[in-house]
């Protein structure tokens, strides 16, 4: 079975740093690896999708990275901003729908 | 285009009472997933579905019950509620496998 780990739980850091969220996962036989933003109370908001056979994405100060081989992901961000405070979650899919999610980085920018 | 859209928002039940969550999507997508989230426990998959006609059973699909008899709908029924299916509901879309999900904003349910 498929777990997903995702440390630290909480990261709280000050406006303008950069900061690395990481994302472990223990089959390396995955589809695509996805990274979400989840604000309180609300829905799950795509950041970047890892296909298997890529070793990163970038979409503006956000990067992700993928090594499967290692069995990790992580989401770089650069130059933090308050409106970046979220929880981050990453969900690994094996190709046939059965996706297995982190329990996610609540992260904290502090302005 | 709207997306994902699930109704109710929120909704109380008392235990044993039943209920159907609503899902649809408008972006004709093929895939499309149910999961619950709970505090300390992530999201976790219900039920699943990838195409019309075709379910099949997640991680936790105990005491929910699921169809997809068109593309855009597939609705989620809570056959007896009871408290431990107090929760925040997603419902998910993805065109295939490989395009990654697009999730809707949640029904929060409490049974009481």
């Known amino acids: 079975k498929q777990e997903v780990t995702q440390i630290p739980a909480a990261l709280s850091v000050p406006e303008g740093e950069n900061l690395v969220l990481n994302c472990s996962f223990t089959?390396?036989?995955?589809?695509?690896l996805q990274w979400f933003r989840q604000d309180p109370g609300k829905g799950l908001t795509s950041l970047l999708l890892?296909?298997?056979?890529?070793r990163e994405q970038t979409s503006g100060r956000l990067n992700a990275s993928l090594d499967k081989s290692s069995g990790r992901s992580t989401l770089y961000i650069a130059a933090s901003q308050p409106g970046d405070s979220a929880t981050y979650l990453c969900?690994?899919?094996?190709?046939?729908?059965?996706?297995?999610f982190g329990t996610g980085t609540k992260l904290q920018v502090i302005p | 285009n709207a997306g994902v859209t699930q109704t109710p928002k929120f909704q109380v039940l008392k235990t044993g009472q039943s209920m159907t969550l609503q899902c649809a999507q408008d972006m004709n997508h093929e895939y499309m997933s149910w999961y619950r989230q709970d505090p300390g426990m992530g999201l976790r998959l219900i039920h699943y579905?990838?195409?019309?006609?075709?379910?099949d059973q997640g991680e936790v699909p105990n005491g929910y019950n699921v169809s997809r008899s068109t593309t855009e709908d597939f609705p989620l029924r809570l056959l007896s509620a009871a408290p431990s299916q107090t929760s925040v509901y997603f419902c998910?879309?993805?065109?295939?496998?490989?395009?990654?999900?697009?999730f809707g904003s949640g029904t929060r349910l409490t049974v009481v």
């Open positions: 579905s990838v195409g019309a006609g075709i379910t």
């Open positions: 998910a879309s993805s065109h295939e496998a490989n395009y990654g999900y697009t």
């Open positions: 969900a690994v899919d094996p190709g046939y729908q059965k996706v297995t």
């Open positions: 089959d390396s036989a995955i589809y695509n």
């Open positions: 890892i296909q298997s056979s890529q």
